[in-house]
């Protein structure tokens, strides 16, 4: 497969996994392994979550400016930023002090990413049969107690297979939150949280970036932008109807899969 090609699979591949709860960082690792994708540094996967971030950005770019305009002079948006800001904290002292630990040992084998897969399937599956009734309709109506104990949670997303978005919609959905409600404020979530994983990720690998691989990096930025822009508002609208039982059942037949084989 021509490297441009393999550079747009992933891109699809990335920006439709982002936002499910299946974790897209273990997809990326399938998919490159079955097709030889070599990314020294890990250089092409950082750049084109960029395009992830953007996608969810731009769908929920109303509320975001209704918030920053009412910064100065509403409360209410006040404290939704500042349920925002509180509840990735989490992430970002997990990053600091676990990335690189992380990416140098966990990443170099799927068997983690695969135990991942079953056990977070597992769970998903109990949480959805046995969820308490929920209270919290609306991101808005989530209290600052119970977003915070869901960022803690998404702090876990580190480890191949969690999933990030599985982590924090499960946890919130356990602490009598909507199944919407929960997944909408994971998508908040993932803005400031990917961003400084962005970040972080791009300054300690800004001399790898080059002129050589700027055609792969900005096809799979491409294709993850519109592959995240086309997923979330139908994730959204399948998940009030059906609930995330097909996503867990996923999670335990693939991850039982790669045990199997060994890949």
Do not use: C
């Not at 068997?111 to 991101?139: S, Y």
């Amino acid at each position: 497969m021509p490297p441009l090609a393999q550079a747009a699979l992933l891109g699809i591949v990335q920006g439709l996994t982002e936002f499910l709860p299946i974790s897209s960082t273990a997809q990326l690792l399938i998919v490159e392994k079955l097709i030889g994708f070599d990314d020294p540094g890990g250089l092409f996967t950082v750049m084109i979550q960029l395009g992830s971030i953007l996608a969810v950005v731009w769908l929920y770019r109303a509320k975001i400016l209704e918030v920053l305009a009412g910064l100065p002079s509403d409360p209410e948006a006040r404290r939704f930023a500042f349920k925002v800001i509180l509840a990735t904290v989490p992430s970002l002292v997990a990053g600091a002090l676990f990335s690189s630990y992380v990416k140098r040992v966990l990443y170099t084998t799927l068997t983690v990413a695969a135990v991942a897969f079953i056990i977070g399937g597992i769970i998903m599956l109990i949480v959805e049969r046995f969820r308490p009734v929920p209270d919290v309709q609306t991101v808005d109506e989530l209290p600052l107690g119970r977003a915070l104990a869901v960022g803690a949670f998404q702090a876990l997303a580190l480890i191949p297979g969690v999933s990030r978005s599985g982590g924090t919609i499960v946890a919130a959905m356990a602490m009598k939150v909507e199944r919407a409600a929960a997944a909408e404020f994971t998508f908040f979530l993932a803005m400031p949280t990917m961003a400084a994983a962005f970040a972080h990720d791009l300054l300690e690998l800004r001399h790898g970036v080059g002129p050589s691989r700027a055609p792969e990096i900005a096809v799979g930025f491409v294709m993850a932008f519109l592959g995240a822009l086309l997923v979330v508002k139908p994730f959204l609208n399948y998940v009030r109807r059906r609930g995330f039982a097909p996503f867990a059942w996923y999670r335990i037949v693939l991850g039982a899969i790669l045990i199997a084989t060994g890949l």
